[in-house]
């Protein structure tokens, strides 16, 4: 069975910056492409980035140029560094492996002055 454990949210300033971490385990890491999600209060859970197992990554537009996905296969951990973080950017952030519909508890982001 896939888990997945997601760890460093908490509460920032606008424009600051936060590291996020997810830990994998029950698959073979490293072919898998990885996402992470996050659902806001009232809204949708939307997709926010995505790596590839060869690392080729994809953003939404939303976090374009602010937050960067990366993994490290050795540890069986994809991150999201998160940089110049907004009020819009609070949420619950979850992370997936691709092609599994399995879920961790999440972190919270929350941006707030």
């Known amino acids: 069975q896939v888990q997945l454990v997601e760890s460093g949210g908490g509460l920032v300033q606008p424009g600051g910056s936060l590291r996020l971490s997810c830990v994998v385990s029950?698959?073979?890491?490293?072919?898998?492409?990885m996402e992470w999600y996050r659902q806001a209060p009232g809204s949708q859970r939307e997709l926010v980035a995505r790596?590839?197992?060869?690392?080729?990554?994809n953003y939404d537009d939303s976090v374009k140029g602010r937050f960067t996905i990366s993994r490290d296969n050795a540890k069986n951990t994809v991150y999201l560094q998160m940089n110049s973080l907004k009020p819009e950017d609070t949420a619950v952030y979850y992370c997936?492996?691709?092609?599994?519909?399995?879920w961790g508890q999440g972190t919270q982001v929350t941006v707030s002055s």
């Open positions: 997936k492996v691709r092609i599994y519909n399995y």
């Open positions: 029950g698959i073979t890491f490293s072919p898998h492409a």
């Open positions: 790596i590839s197992g060869r690392s080729s990554t």
